[in-house]
């Protein structure tokens, strides 16, 4: 846990943006730092099953929004670095208890057999639940040079977009939806909770690695809030656009399990509007920040509502 | 989560010590506190799962350890009492997620229905990961006056302690274990990590809320490594030696279904002498803590390994 792995900017000197490279470089720290924060030698294959939910998949768009974040208020790397990671591990914990039978009972996952099909139940239960603590575990390490006030900061965040009033309290309300009619403002809230409050929270949480001023962070707060609510009228959108190969997920699932759906709900023209319009919020949020370089928090809004997968 | 709840000490003006008066007086601060923390009105059903596999029930053993490890250090009685409520939640939620039919399929515990017999399975899940994320976020207030290194320590303490180093760990390696020879070595290392550890982060947390000098903190881990051993020892025994009704939970389960105990491995006998030599450990470790006030500390050791359920 006393590793370090660094992670400098490369794209900050240069005068245009590019995403790809800023990507590329940063999902490089991000996988060598998750690689080497997962022991594999964790007891009983435990650590085995962790390391096969967490490496090697995923887009990781958690962990790109807390660097991004902490990039545009000049966050300290190391915080920055912790705090993607520990998104990262609360994200893929939550797609392990997800897949499991008595929820969603899906058996592939990013073109894998999902952790419970490889390992077992208990196995997928238990790493599920290590990976909860370990994402807290990094968050607070001894001698990494990251000030108290910000691992608290850090853990306060994740510790609520993780809970009852955040991720795991939308997803009780997507189980208890199924074949129930939402309006809009239930469907929103649900989303909120289910996938917004940690995209919601991977941005505060690179915030909270600098030294923002209340204006920026409230600013940060809206784009964070906007882009969560869009990726996931997006991910209806491709849903029933796209076919499961291009999407590495079972398409049209949502339709056929019979759960509410902004596409069900607006139709897809309007669907679309929407998560425009949401673009235009977080960037609209970004321009008033008062901060001085938000491109890759820019780029990555953009990316959320044009990608196909 | 900005709710305070104090817990002041009658015990430290009294001449001898009362157990039973001490752990009242405390046990009403924490069931106080954690029906406050565990918010009723989480979504679609997720509170109320929340609330039945916390409130109503156990001995709470690790929140009287950290409550009694802080006032032995003279430790903040807001950081404490978060401290005693956190680790309860970790406990809790990892009891909820052992139940479940894809681990010991337990249908009762404390005399009621388990979570998933009562809200079903998908329910417990949720419930205990969102437990274990409250767990998290009581330790982190806002506004509280527990200082950030205070704060950051107990995080760090209760992540170790519950991830796949420690409790989640141990529950792996149990797993692995069901009908397998282990030696006395490797019995102890599953039982150290499976319960030892959150009993001895209890105490290393009771203690991060005050500020012991080295000398003592070393102490008090020796004291809760022997306590943590003692407790599955004495486990072990009453597996064997008390029905159910006593218990209040099944007994003779761990021979049913084959698994290594101190009892199969040592025979009655030794297993009881070995429990007696924990317990004069622990009680030396006390002694040579250079604290001036272990009383409650020393009854809770005492307790322990003379319980009869």
């Not at 039978?101 to 099909?117: E, F």
């Amino acid at each position: 846990m006393d590793a370090r792995v660094s992670c400098s900017n490369p794209s900050a000197v240069a005068a245009s943006f590019d995403l790809g490279a800023w990507s590329r470089h940063h999902l490089e720290c991000v996988e060598q730092a998750l690689s080497q924060w997962i022991a594999p030698d964790a007891p009983a294959g435990l650590g085995a099953a962790m390391r096969y939910a967490v490496l090697d998949g995923g887009k990781r768009l958690r962990p790109l929004l807390v660097l991004a974040a902490s990039e545009a208020v000049a966050g300290l790397p190391e915080a920055a670095l912790r705090a993607a990671c520990a998104v990262e591990l609360i994200h893929a914990y939550s797609l392990v208890h997800d897949d499991m039978p008595c929820m969603d009972n899906d058996v592939l996952r990013r073109g894998k057999p999902t952790v419970h099909v490889q390992f077992g139940q208990a196995q997928a239960l238990l790493a599920g639940d290590a990976l909860q603590a370990l994402a807290f575990e990094l968050l607070v390490p001894e001698g990494a040079g990251i000030p108290d006030h910000v691992q608290a900061a850090l853990c306060r965040l994740l510790a609520r977009a993780a809970g009852a009033e955040g991720m795991a309290g939308g997803q009780a309300i997507d189980l208890a939806s199924v074949g129930v009619a939402l309006d809009e403002a239930q469907l929103r809230q649900m989303h909120r909770l289910k996938t917004g409050a940690l995209l919601q929270a991977s941005v505060a949480m690179g915030a909270a690695c600098g030294c923002a001023d209340a204006a920026a962070q409230a600013a940060l707060a809206r784009y964070g809030a906007a882009l969560g609510l869009a990726f996931q009228v997006v991910d209806d959108i491709l849903d029933v656009t796209q076919d499961s190969a291009t999407l590495g997920k079972t398409a049209g699932k949502d339709a056929a399990s019979d759960k509410p759906t902004y596409v069900s709900l607006l139709g897809l023209q309007r669907a679309r509007a929407h998560a425009d319009e949401l673009l235009g919020q977080a960037l609209a949020a970004l321009a008033a920040s008062g901060l001085s370089d938000t491109r890759a928090l820019q780029a990555l809004a953009e990316m959320v509502v044009n990608r196909s997968n």
